[in-house]
């Protein structure tokens, strides 16, 4: 039988290593101590140089859309990369969906993906497909390597490329026989290209449209990092302008003693009324804001092209602009805060989504990291989280439903210190649905919150608003998620997590502080 | 609110119509009858088409891998096609490793996808992404709609390119504006290309190669049918040659009264060693045969390329080859029915993959449909399924798991009169679970055997083919699915599935029986 030998110690010479053993080390070389993999027989050699290093963290998912999204949840958080480890066309397929996410959310992400032996792949075997087809569409930076000497060398390239501001998707494609012949001296990966500074000029531009007190600050991307809220706040403050943030930013930090800003509304309508009234739009760390969908008869752009400015593009220090653009506008050194409101009263009675948000935003802990993919029934909750203690949030980005549990499994593999909350819309939920096996495998603090309207919600309202005002029944169908209805009590429980089902705001409380109180994940469905 | 105004009903004027309609008034024209969708947004004018038309069936998948997996099913057993409907690049995404497999099994599937409006796309709103580029490795044809009033011929072509012979994934991308706007007439949908004839030259080469008696049938595709068998088993009784279908055959007649053959083994080294003593090896239906995988120091070609001789391709009428070859090799009406072996025997005891087999194929109707996922736990049954009353199956085509629970449910919709049963290994049954849900709620007669090893056990053996002799405990925790343990019936009860868990040969045998003699989906998992 073959052998390949994949080392298993670093102590050994640089050149008896294979191929798959010089990529690992030159990952834990570069401080990567994270791989996510769903692997098949392609990638074994890759699986076996993962005991090779140390703190090399592997984590095992069902789904490979569940490795895709912790590796973007984790990115998040963590602000550098994993590894997946992906089994061929249809593996990466699989994960497609929440690496199109991460690419919207401007994470870095090293997407590995096994491939036939490079002198295989011409015979078309059952399992060989186009890769580099399937992975451009997700991919910032992407590229098959050729040749086990030079793989250490082409995954150096894709950390740097994963790793270059903002962040992107690098694909590298690893065929078998890459892996197990002899490899090359690990790579040392150099310092990442980080966030680019805005010169003076565009500052002192974007200063004198903001001067005449109708302008708007519209923040994403970095921007929405503390210090380029504190900034943002008090370049408003000075000159008068109104804040948003994008519709769905990648993270936001949020809560008590924190600005307050708008968030840009979902339809487009709503979203170019909210952005009507102003002379100008300056754009920090966003792009200039586009309809989520086309409607008949409707615009892509919520602001006409003239009225927008960028402070600061993805890629460039936004923070430190709306630093330099707050002196600029003669800002003082501190930001008006928000009076304080009331405390979120305790509620009781049936849910609806409104009670489940200000319920969940009355308990969540200081510091928590809540994944929102809440979709319908989390609008009241983004309200009433405001007045919650100070959090991140992580929303979805790239709109590819089914990114809410695995990318809360990503963000609690960053933060294990921190409380991780998913507010998970139930339809979406579905898609990837195995992350909660991953999450009670590794033990993980997160509290799911199923928001159980038992529909495609959304869809019923786009239903709708493309003027079906009566659906037929078998469009009616394709919306409804009764008939059977699910048990998400009993799926949890089938992953392994424990969970409990909810019909009132004191339960969901109950319940929220169960869940606070005990480590290891939950699952809490709260029937709307 | 722009209205798009989707027509609900067939009577009106055939210029009324919108582009969606148009589509959906051809497909029934063409006497396509199932659509399998997971819609969003920019899919709602053909969701409200559905409506338009009579004898339409709309069935929803929680995940779109579901209804990529139904459609090949259904294919594989109606020999048409069912409609996708999938939402943009994302929910394309997740149909792509079943588009794959059903590429392989060229089954024909039409494949609509959404997309953004023409006039909205060039703004790249989140939801955007390349689908030409993710379809393109599954597609056999592949357009995108440039206008509403060409939709219905684009859908004409996407239909006949799916279903001219041997068969085809036809992917038609469609703009949402393409849809709402005023459609075209409907299109009539031309008569299938069918299989072509091989003449009688190619007939006379295969005979004269086979007529020393060391030669070897190799059947796939179209051959596997009854007639195609009954022929492979007369020739090769003329000429005394030996008779071998595909690994993973698409759909395979077996059981009693049926002629055998052997399968040519999964392992390469085992599949050379059972081509290795022929000089001849004639392909009919399959292409000559490679390794699944290559490895180190391995062949990729498992029988040399000069002893393979094509009686008829892919595309080619195999079975009436198949007949025409008996006849060129002075073969009898008739073929020598196998010895009528013992009836399969009652175990008892605890269940291991030998004892799962027996008493499945002991205790399957006539007529049943199994969908093989068993992976490594399905080999028992195979072989004891030649015992069984005739029954068809289907296979793993293109190795990309998570196919069965879907094909399944493909299956039933095709033959709702027929029991089927999924024959399912647990790893590769969690990649698309949400099937359960679908099968609970179009009532379909579904039997899921879960071979519960809770391992993925392929990778086991496939790490210690690689030379791994004791790997480490990254690496064996990525081939290991306890800690925690899954629970199948709980995952089922989640969706609206019945289940049981056994243990036992006796328990299994029950359980089967129950299943037999109730309507409706039920899963049962087997301990091993």
């Known amino acids: 039988m073959p052998e390949a030998r994949p080392g298993r110690g670093a102590s050994r010479g640089d050149i008896e290593v294979n191929g798959a053993e010089s990529l690992m080390r030159t990952a834990a ?23 090779a290093v140390p703190r090399m963290r592997a984590v095992l998912g069902l789904f490979e859309g569940v490795c895709t999204g912790a590796a973007d949840g984790y990115a998040r958080l963590a602000r550098r990369p994993a590894l997946t480890l992906l089994h061929l066309g249809p593996g990466l397929a699989n994960g497609l969906a929440n690496l199109h996410n991460a690419r919207r959310a401007r994470s870095p992400v090293v997407n590995l993906v096994g491939d036939q032996a490079t002198w295989h792949r011409p015979f078309d075997a059952p399992l060989t497909s186009d890769i580099e087809s399937l992975a451009a569409p997700v991919s910032g930076w992407m590229r098959t390597t050729r040749a086990a000497a030079q793989l250490a060398s082409d995954f150096r390239d894709a950390v740097a490329a994963a790793t270059a501001a903002p962040g992107a998707v690098a694909t590298l494609v690893v065929p078998a ?12 990966v150099s310092h990442p290209v980080g966030l680019a500074s805005v010169d003076a000029a565009r500052v002192e531009a974007a200063a004198q449209r903001l001067r005449d007190g109708r302008g708007a600050l519209l923040l994403g991307g970095d921007a ?31 809560g008590r003693g924190l600005p307050r800003l708008e968030r840009l509304p979902y339809f487009p309508e709503q979203a170019s009324e909210a952005l009507s009234g102003f002379g100008s ?3 920090a760390g966003a ?27 993805p890629g460039e220090d936004s923070a430190e602009a709306l630093d330099a653009l707050a002196q600029a506008l003669g800002a003082g050194a501190s930001w008006p805060e928000p009076t304080t409101a009331d405390p979120l009263p305790t509620l009781t009675g049936p849910l609806d989504p409104e009670r489940l948000g ?138 392994g997590v424990p969970g409990a089902r909810v019909e009132t705001a004191e339960a969901l409380a109950a319940e929220l502080a169960k869940a606070r109180a005990e480590p290891g994940p939950r699952l809490i469905e709260a029937l709307l």
């Open 29 to 51: 070389a570069a401080g990567i101590e994270l791989c996510l993999a769903n692997p098949g027989t392609t990638e074994m050699p890759l699986v076996a140089a993962l005991d």
């Open 177 to 188: 026989d890459c892996q197990w012949e002899t490899g090359s001296r690990p790579q040392r």
């Open 224 to 254: 929405l990092c503390e210090p380029g809220l504190r900034a943002a706040a008090r370049a408003a403050a000075a000159c008068g302008a109104r804040v948003f943030c994008e519709t769905f930013p990648a993270r936001i930090e949020r």
């Open 281 to 283: 739009v300056v754009l």
């Open 287 to 313: 792009t200039p804001p586009v309809a989520f969908f086309g409607y008949r008869g409707g615009a892509s752009l919520l602001a006409p092209a003239e009225r927008c400015l960028a402070l600061a593009e």
């Open 358 to 495: 200000a319920v969940l935003a009355a308990a969540q802990p200081e510091g928590a990291i809540v994944v929102d993919e809440g979709a319908t029934s989390g609008g009241s909750w983004w309200r009433c989280a405001e007045q919650a203690p100070p959090h991140t949030t992580l929303t979805l980005t790239g709109g590819a439903i089914g990114q809410g549990l695995p990318c809360a499994t990503g963000a609690a593999l960053a933060c294990p210190d921190r409380p991780v909350i998913s507010l998970q819309a139930d339809g979406s939920g579905l898609y990837t649905v195995q992350a909660l096996w991953t999450q009670a495998r590794e033990g993980l603090d997160v509290t799911t919150l199923v928001c159980a309207n038992r529909a495609y919600r959304i869809l019923q309202i786009e239903m709708h608003r493309a003027g079906v005002a009566e659906p037929g029944p078998r469009a009616r169908s394709l919306t409804d998620l009764t008939q059977p209805t699910l048990d998400w009590v009993a799926l949890a429980r089938g992953f």
